[in-house]
């Protein structure tokens, strides 16, 4: 059985934007299994770039790519507990909170959001990679 605590601590700053909580600063996990997901793109299944010049549109790509990566370890966006999040804009990136908490937002996950230069490619706008606990 696996105990996660997710712990907003009083001591700490609450991120928010939009009134939407963006992560745990502090998240526990006891017992299951760890699933580590590399970094991910906006690239469909056969290797396409999605949403070129299109933040919104890459990011629920990279969400979609996220959700079936951990389904392919038997995990679920709920089990997600650390996110790193790779921009070249910010601020573009904070106008899609929305679209970010639609795939996060349930799990809550510890989480780093940095921006960049450049990602592997120019056309590329962010890249995501995760932890997940599984009890399988």
Known sequence: MIERRKIQPDTLFRRAVGGHTLYSPVVTVKGGTLVFVSGLLARDRAGAIIGKGDMGAQLRQVGENLRLALESAGARLEDLVRTTT??????????????????????????????????????FMVEIEALAVTGE
Not at 101 to 119: F, I, N
Request: charged share 30%; glycine share 2%; no cysteine.
């Open 86 to 123: 790779y921009v070249t804009d910010i601020d573009e990136f904070f106008r899609h909170v929305e679209i970010r908490q639609r795939y996060l937002g349930a799990a809550l996950p510890t989480s780093t959001t940095v921006e960049v230069r450049r990602l592997s490619h120019p056309d």
